[in-house]
Structures are given as structure tokens and as C-alpha cells.
């Protein structure tokens, strides 16, 4: 599962958004003029560390061959760049044998645009002949159609005179002149990729200083967390991108010889294209293919090369894109279709071209970073693919709007890799705790209670039959996961362990005494909230084979209480998500235990605070206290086998177990 609910949360019950007004909007224009004026400066730095993330793989593979850093460093600058060189002279050689070449190509696009343009509007052979014959009889009768040659210039006074001939020639240039103009454009890319060379070295060396000083900014008061994630952040990017530049110069290498196989010039030149454009999400395989699609349909006075060149670079993304990546590093780069679509439009706007090739790259550098350091947290949000709210918000925001249909579908997922006991204690009464915290503080109106309260109840029936899997499969390990989710999956996988531990109650094991009627009575502690957590615990005791009847909490009331007939009712579990008044929970007992002695009285105490839930199960002097539905339906299930073993012995039933277990 890529979301859960997260233990770590259990305290967070509010959570506040900072407001966005004039001066968030001020510093936003700000900081993007900023970066459009400084891009100049921005776009290597970015290149830098982009690179830097990709060479520190194999810098601290020569480093572990006894080199020292800076001479590993060296070693690994040097080389990539060379690549990087070998690149662009082979670039620029390709480019300028494809433009020499180019002529010779024009007259079967020609061709195949004429052809293209007969069969658009239905010309055939017989309009064909027309015109031929039309041609003809142009020429015979002295060619009426043709042009009139041009009247030369007047020569006569008082007319134009004939125009004066001009000459320009161009000033003859010094050698100095001729070397500065041949090496002028090419002073600005050189000089980026030394600034970039510099840039990479310094930040290979200085790798360790750079860690401290973010450590520094996301927060030094927990070292060892804060370490942990820095750490493990650098080494996913690290290993993303080297991974992500190997996998597109292999689609590249495969492309080249693929389209050298089929026979479209310049392949090389199209293979290099390839391999740069795919770091370009969605339209970076159409960009790379147009080229060579067009340059197929010039070559072959045939269509059969085009359809080729077509079907190979489907059949080539196919395989990458759905088998490669995926097995590699995940279907996702941790960021949503929107938020690439965003970035994208976003750095190419700011940047030009060289911000359509950055914009992933660094929009995922940035996600990440916003995972770790508290005050760029809003990057995650805004472009992560993580679900903004935990299924327990998740499951909360679709009760407040009375959405079975969604919650049914949210639970549905889950249940693919998880019990249904774990749903409801992981998922369902967490979410209803935090309803819970919202009424202490007067947030829900009664109107909202009652849809909370029909909506749980209309998802309970829907989930009614529900097939409990064999075994719920755990959540895949591979899954991209942020700091703190490997604890969330720990919490779901423990839970199922003890769900699956449930032994469903066979009916001839049934003592009977307890077959006459649902031998056991849920009951709301204070309203409609607790209701739903007693609808959930009846749930599950059916589906394990114990019968139960659910009230709501008007039966403590005395003349309600008064009017129950407490035959055969021999276990009462009383619901509560308010742990902040023991009292309350202790007269709900007394008056229980007053109305049924014999009766087996367990309290469960859904809330989200351990430690005003131990409070309350002290207080409340019933016979178990528990604060999960699993150990509350494991709890019935041990009283009634030990129900079943006593009815067979003399000497009769167990007596009640005055504990107050908190879990």
C-alpha cells in the first residue's frame, strides 16, 4: 500500500495551512523573477548538482579502491566529460552530414506530397489526362497561357530612368577578427560547461559539508533521524538518476541501431537525439521519433521504411516503458501526472529548452527534499505522489460527506492487502477518532453526526459480505516510501498477524445457554460515534461466529436500562471514543453491572491518546478493557470457548475476571 495511517500521527489531531495572501504572492513573484533573471547562473548549478547526484555512484566505487576523494573526484569529472565532448563533436558531425545530405531527398518528398495530395482530393487518372490534353492544346494554339516576358526600362526623355547596379562586398577581416568571429558562439557553451565542471568537482568534495549544512536547515534537535533521511534522500537520488542516465543511453544505443538495421541516415545522430529526449516525461519518445519518421518518409519513395521506423519505436517505449522502468526503479518517479505536467510547463516558460530537459529532474529533487526539511514540506504536498491524507483523514472526510460509494471504494483497496479487522482498527475507528476530537471542540453539528453515523453504518452493510482472502498479502516492499512509512506498514502487518490469529467460533462449539439469542450486547457509551465503533465490533463478532445485537446509547438510560431483558446476554461491550471522561466510563459500567451481574463486561476505548485511554480503563472497573476491535473479538471469543469447555465440566462457568487490560 502506498498510504496508511501512521502511528506517528496518532497525536497530530489538527493541522493548520498557512494562509497565502499578498505577501506569499510577493515573495513568489520574487523568487521567480529571481530565477529568470539569475538562469544565466541557475541553469549550471542545477546541471551541476544534477550531475553530481549521478557521478557520486562511481566516485565512491574508485574510493573504495583506495584512491583518495579528490583524486577519484578527478578521475570521474574528467571522464564524463570527455563523454559529454565525444557527444557533441559527434553531434555536430552527424548534424552536418544529415544538412549536406539534405537535397538530394527533396524530390520524393515532393513526390509523396503530390500523391498525398491527389488521394486527398480524389484525383484520378482520367483528371490526370484532362489536364495533360489541356496542356497540349495551350501549346498548339501559341501558348495563350503563357507569360508575357517583362517590358524592359524606358529609354526615352521623360521616362524612369534604367536602375544603377550595386555591389556590396564585405569588409575583409583581420586574423584576429576572423578568430574571434568563428569563436564567439561557441564562447557561451563553453563557458557553461566549465562553470559545471567546477561546480561538480566542488560539490564532490565538499559532499560531506553540503550533508551537515542541510542536516542544519531540516532540523539538528533530532540528529539521528534527520541523518537517516539526509542519507537515505542523497542515496535514492543518487541511485534514481544514475539509473534513469544508463537506461536512456541504452534506449538511445538501441535505438541507433535499430533505425541503423532499417536503414534511416544518420542514425547515430538519431540514437544520441533519443537517449537526451527521454528525460522529457510523456511527449520525449514523440519528440525523439519525429525526426527519424521524417526523415524515412524522404528516403524511401515507399511508405514501408516509415511504417517500420513507426513500429519499432512503439515497440522499444513499450519495453522500456512498461517492463525496464518499472523493474528498475518503480512505475513512478514520485511525482503526479499533474505536478510533471506543471513542472514542465513551469521550467520551460522560465528556462527555455534547457528548463524542458531540468523540469523532472529537478521538480523530483525538490519533492524530496520538501519530504525531509519541515518548511518545504509544501513541495511534497503540492507535487508528490503521496496521498495528501491518511486513510484514517481519508476515511473522516468521506463520512462528512456522506460518500458510501468512495469509502466503499477506499476500502475495497485496502482490503486487497489487508483483513478487514485491520481496516476498521487502522483505518475506520481512527478516522472516527478524529470526528471525535472535532465534537470535543464543538466543530460537528448534529446534522453532521447524523450523516457520520448513517454513512458508517450504510459502509458497514455494504461490507457485510465482503470474502476475507486466505491470507491478506502484505504491501510490496519495492514501493517507494517516505521516512516513516516502513513503520506505518510494520503497524498495518502487525495488525494482520493478529487478525489472522481470530479462530472463527464454529457454531456446535456454541455453549447452550448462549444459542437462544445474540449472546452478546454492543452498546454506545455517548452517542452516535460510538455507535459506529459497536456496529463494526458486531460485524466481526458474526463473521467469527458469535451473534450480536448493537444499541445505541439511549439504553443507559434508567428506563430504557430498566425495560432490558438481560436473558441470555452473557457478554456487553461497551464502545467509547472519547477517553476523556473516565467518569463517565465507570457510571456506564455500574449500571451494567446492576442490571446484569452475570454478564461479562468489556469496555474498548477507541482514542488516539494512550495515555487518557489507560487513564480510563483504570477508572472504568469492568471486567476488560481494550483499546482495539481485534483484541475485543479475540477476548469474546476466549469466554466463549471457555463458556463451551465449562457447560461440558461441573463444575460450571468461569467467573468473570475483575482486569482493567489497557492494550
Not at 274 to 287: D, E, N, Q
Not at 291 to 315: E, K
Request: aromatic share 6%; hydrophobic share 50%.
Amino acid at each position: 500500500m502506498s498510504e496508511g495511517y501512521s502511528s506517528d500521527r496518532r497525536g497530530e489531531v489538527e493541522a493548520t495551512a498557512p494562509g497565502f495572501g499578498a505577501n506569499s504572492l510577493l515573495i513568489t513573484a520574487i523568487v521567480v523573477g529571481g530565477l529568470w533573471a539569475a538562469r544565466e547562473v541557475l541553469i549550471p548549478a542545477v546541471l551541476a548538482v544534477l550531475l553530481s547526484f549521478v557521478l557520486a555512484g562511481p566516485a565512491r566505487l574508485l574510493r573504495r579502491w583506495n584512491l583518495g576523494r579528490g583524486t577519484s573526484v578527478t578521475i570521474v569529472v574528467v571522464l564524463a566529460f570527455m563523454v559529454i565532448a565525444s557527444i557533441g563533436a559527434v553531434l555536430t558531425t552527424q548534424l552536418t552530414r544529415l544538412a549536406g545530405d539534405l537535397p538530394q531527398y527533396q524530390w520524393t518528398i515532393r513526390d509523396k506530397i503530390t500523391s498525398l495530395r491527389e488521394a486527398a482530393t480524389g484525383r484520378g487518372p482520367l483528371e490526370r489526362a484532362a489536364e495533360v490534353l489541356s496542356d497540349l492544346s495551350s501549346d498548339l494554339t501559341g501558348g495563350a497561357n503563357a507569360q508575357r516576358p517583362a517590358p524592359g526600362p524606358a529609354a526615352k526623355d521623360g521616362q524612369a530612368a534604367p536602375p544603377v547596379p550595386v555591389e556590396i562586398r564585405p569588409t575583409k577581416l583581420g586574423p584576429f577578427e576572423t578568430v574571434a568571429a568563428y569563436l564567439k558562439p561557441a564562447l557561451h557553451p563553453l563557458a557553461t560547461v566549465g562553470l559545471v565542471a567546477i561546480l561538480v568537482v566542488f560539490i564532490l568534495l565538499s559532499r560531506d559539508d553540503l550533508r551537515n549544512r542541510l542536516i542544519r536547515l531540516a532540523g539538528s534537535h533530532d540528529l539521528q533521524r534527520t541523518t537517516a533521511a539526509m542519507n537515505d534522500a542523497a542515496a535514492r537520488l543518487s541511485r534514481f538518476f544514475l539509473t534513469q542516465v544508463l537506461l536512456n543511453a541504452s534506449f538511445g544505443l538501441v535505438v541507433g541501431l535499430g533505425l541503423w538495421l532499417i536503414g534511416v541516415p544518420t542514425p547515430i545522430l538519431w540514437g544520441i537525439l533519443a537517449a537526451i529526449s527521454r528525460f522529457i516525461p510523456y511527449v520525449g519518445v514523440l519528440i525523439a521519433a519525429g525526426g527519424p519518421l521524417l526523415l524515412s518518409a524522404a528516403v524511401d519513395p515507399g511508405w514501408s521504411m516509415l511504417a517500420m521506423t513507426a513500429g519499432f519505436f512503439v515497440l522499444i517505449e513499450f519495453v522500456v516503458g512498461q517492463v525496464i522502468e518499472p523493474l528498475l526503479y518503480g512505475h513512478s518517479t514520485g511525482l503526479t501526472p499533474v505536478a510533471v505536467i506543471a513542472s514542465v510547463t513551469f521550467w520551460t516558460w522560465l528556462w527555455g529548452p534547457a528548463g524542458l530537459l531540468l523540469a523532472t529532474p529537478l521538480t523530483v529533487c525538490l519533492v524530496v527534499l520538501g519530504r525531509h526539511v519541515e518548511g518545504l514540506r509544501f513541495l511534497d504536498v503540492m507535487f508528490g505522489d503521496r496521498p495528501p491524507l491518511t486513510l484514517a483523514e481519508s476515511f473522516y472526510q468521506r463520512m462528512l460527506a456522506g460518500d458510501t460509494a468512495e469509502a466503499l471504494e477506499q476500502a475495497e483497496d485496502f482490503l486487497k492487502s489487508h483483513s478487514l479487522t485491520t481496516y476498521y482498527d487502522e483505518v475506520a475507528l481512527h478516522g472516527l477518532a478524529l470526528a471525535e476530537v472535532d465534537q470535543s471542540r464543538g466543530a460537528l453539528t448534529p446534522e453532521r453526526l447524523a450523516r457520520i453515523d448513517a454513512t458508517v453504518a450504510d459502509l458497514v452493510d455494504e461490507l457485510e459480505e465482503w470474502e476475507e482472502p486466505a491470507a491478506a498479502e502484505p504491501a510490496k516492499a519495492e514501493e517507494k516510501r517516505a521516512d516513516g512509512d516502513a513503520n506505518i506498514d510494520a503497524t498495518l502487518l502487525k495488525a494482520d498477524a493478529s487478525a489472522r490469529r481470530l479462530q472463527a467460533f464454529a457454531a456446535d462449539r456454541i455453549p447452550a445457554a448462549w444459542r437462544d439469542r445474540a449472546p452478546v450486547l454492543c452498546v454506545a457509551g455517548r452517542d452516535q460515534l460510538d455507535r459506529a465503533g459497536a456496529l463494526m465490533l458486531a460485524q466481526l463478532l458474526e463473521r467469527h461466529g458469535l451473534r450480536a445485537d448493537v444499541e445505541s446509547a439511549d439504553l443507559l438510560h434508567s428506563s430504557r436500562l430498566f425495560a432490558l431483558d438481560g436473558a441470555g446476554r452473557h457478554i456487553v461491550c461497551l464502545s467509547f471514543l472519547d477517553s476523556s471522561s473516565p467518569v463517565t466510563v465507570r457510571y456506564a459500567v455500574r449500571r451494567l453491572r446492576r442490571k446484569l451481574p452475570e454478564a461479562r463486561i468489556l469496555v474498548g476505548i477507541w482514542s488516539l491518546s494512550p495515555e487518557a485511554t489507560g487513564q480510563a480503563c483504570e477508572a472504568a472497573r469492568s471486567d476488560v478493557c481494550v483499546t482495539r476491535l481485534c483484541d475485543a473479538v479475540q477476548d469474546c471469543l476466549e469466554w466463549a470457548a471457555a463458556a463451551a469447555d465449562a457447560e461440558a465440566q461441573p463444575s460450571g462457568l468461569p467467573q468473570p475476571r475483575l482486569t482493567a487490560d489497557a492494550a
